[in-house]
């Protein structure tokens, strides 16, 4: 206090505006960086409770991300599956069985096509007699009902829904052909269930980020209760709410940071562990399948999350609990 | 200008006791003065008005010409800021030194290390602990806990100070110490309101002296007045 008597009665309040803007920035900066660090030192210094927090915080947010990698792996063999899907091409009666023969050689000529095979009526007759032990009927007919098939399999370039249904119309055009029957239905079932995977995963990350959000905002309620003192001492020295929320937001993002990072490495842990037998198992059926892991952008979006979920419990719990504690 | 008036103040809390009831003095810049009354008199209520712990339910309270009543929530900690208070009970954090302390009000105003560190230990000076900064306010005594509160009340160069109690815990010879750290700065142009119900040691000193009685201005006696 050195200040003479004669500036003191002055306007009050100047003597305290000596602070420069530009010092003001740097001592704000400077805040953040001290509280950063205080927070996270708070959670070290109770480790037994904070490593618990960061477990089930990382266990709430891996199991969303585990079903989604997953899907994303299903999606990925699905396409290798496709290979089965069968195109069935009715050819019109009396189409005699050379003319039917070079039609199917004209087919299996397409580059859009791996394979074509082409089924007499009699040996579709045979076929259906066997597999239904219906010999006597069929013995019975007076003529052969059935039409000639030929099976065509679409190469793997061509097996989405367009690519198809162009292939469908170009064989409807040869003048042989009664009708085109694509045997997608179980294909598609595959794709229903997916997109129901999908909707069901997304519901659960919605259930599990608010979880994530109750744990947070709960261990933050617990974190102002014990701060009760210091808050309504820094509230009395004139501390803005953004001063007295700062700590607490910290924190929030510490424990969200440490849970993404629990998630991340127990997910990729799973998917190491798993990676030795799924592609074994994908092998017998000899194709090529690698389990994808998560990528970079997954790792950091995985992360992201935690901190972005982290924060935002924090602030519902700081803005709901620190209005109540006023000196 | 009167630093500090109010004009015909109540105040009654939720359950209708009236703490305070049409209360009208002001203070001057620079001038020092003492609030008496009995327990439960009204004095912790009109420094919490000054301060903005609570709000007048009547009348008005200004400061520096300012209505407090027109003071957003938003304004409220820069209010504060301007006004050094000191309490009974110091309200001291212990989880950290006494530097860290008296720093509290400093960091919360945005000063840089450097300036922050010179005004802490100017602080501390004055209330003679410059030697203790790096201890923990808990392992000082009754006496210097209250000079460590003196020292965060006053490390921003608040231009009003507000105590209350400041010396009601403490024997007569560490209270006559602090009160005299309280002239001090008035000294130097801060005003000072010190609510306290020590007679003798008011009695004592030569200041302005006004008097609470269930909430109503009861009488006043004027510096220079024994
Ligand atoms: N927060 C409160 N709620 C209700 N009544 C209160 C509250 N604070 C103080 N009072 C009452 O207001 C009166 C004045 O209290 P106070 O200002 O603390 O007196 P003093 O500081 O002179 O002892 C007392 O009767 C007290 O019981
Ligand atoms: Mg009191």
């Known amino acids: 206090m050195s200040t003479s008597r004669s500036s003191a009665s002055s306007k009050s309040g100047a003597r305290q505006s000596k602070v420069t803007v530009n010092s003001q920035w740097k001592a704000y900066l400077q805040h953040h960086r001290v509280t950063a660090k205080d927070s996270l030192i708070r959670l070290l210094k109770s480790p037994g409770s904070s490593i618990m927090t960061w477990l089930v915080l990382g266990i709430a947010l891996s199991l969303p991300m585990t079903l989604f990698v997953s899907l994303e792996n299903v999606k990925q063999l699905s396409r290798v599956w496709d290979q089965s899907s069968q195109i069935s091409v009715y050819l019109k009666k009396g189409v005699v069985p050379r003319l039917a023969q070079g039609l199917s050689d004209e087919i299996q000529a397409l580059p859009q096509v791996t394979s074509a095979y082409y089924i007499s009526p009699e040996l579709a007759l045979k076929e259906f007699s066997a597999a239904t032990g219906l010999s006597d009927v ?80 709960n261990t933050i309620r617990l974190s102002i209760e014990n701060r009760r003192d210091e808050i309504l001492v820094v509230k009395l020295v004139g501390g803005t709410d953004a001063f007295v929320r700062r700590p607490f937001l910290y924190t929030g993002i510490w424990f969200g940071l440490g849970g993404g990072l629990i998630a991340w490495f127990l997910l990729s842990l799973g998917l190491y562990w798993l990676s030795g037998p799924v592609e074994q198992l994908i092998g017998l059926y000899g194709s090529e399948f690698v389990l994808s892991g998560l990528g970079v952008k997954d790792s950091l979006l995985l992360i992201c999350d935690g901190v972005v979920l982290g924060w935002l419990g924090a602030w519902l719990a700081v803005s709901r609990h620190l209005a109540r504690i006023n000196p | 200008m009167a630093h500090v008036r109010f004009d015909n103040v109540s105040k009654s809390y939720p359950g209708g006791h009236h703490a305070l009831s049409g209360v009208n003095f002001e203070i001057n810049q620079g001038e020092i003065a003492f609030l008496t009354g009995h327990s439960g008199a009204g004095k912790s209520t009109l420094l919490k008005l000054i301060m903005l712990m609570e709000k007048a339910t009547q009348g008005q309270v200004l400061v520096d010409g300012v209505n407090l009543s027109r003071l957003g929530n938003s304004q409220i900690p820069y209010h ?128 302005r002296v006004i008097g609470l009685k269930d909430g109503r201005l009861l009488n006043e006696r004027p510096a220079g007045g024994l």
């Open chain 1, 138 to 217: 069929v013995e019975g007919l007076e003529s052969n009902p059935l039409p000639g098939v030929i099976s065509v399999v679409p190469s793997l370039a061509s097996q989405d829904a367009k690519a198809m249904e162009k292939l469908q119309d170009q064989l409807m055009h040869f003048v042989q052909v009664e009708s085109v029957q694509l045997d997608l239905l179980w294909v598609k079932r595959l794709y229903q269930f997916m997109e129901l995977g999908q909707r069901m995963v997304w519901a659960l990350a919605l259930l599990l980020g608010l979880a994530v959000l109750l744990i947070i905002g």
């Open chain 2, 80 to 207: 504060r800021r301007r006004v050094g208070v000191v309490f009974q009970n110091h309200q001291l954090l212990f989880d950290r030194s006494v530097f860290e302390n008296v720093a509290l009000p400093l960091r919360i105003s945005g000063y840089s290390s450097r300036d922050l560190e010179r005004r802490v230990r100017a602080a501390l000076d004055k209330v003679g602990l410059l030697k203790k900064e790096k201890q923990s306010p808990i392992e000082l005594s009754g006496g210097e806990q209250q000079r460590i509160g003196i020292a965060r009340a006053v490390v921003n160069k608040p231009s009003l100070i507000l105590a209350d109690e400041p010396t009601g815990n403490l024997d007569p010879t560490l209270s006559a110490e602090i009160m005299r750290l309280f002239e001090q700065f008035n000294d130097v142009g801060v005003s000072v309101l010190i609510a306290s119900h020590d007679l003798p040691l008011i009695d004592r000193l030569d200041h």
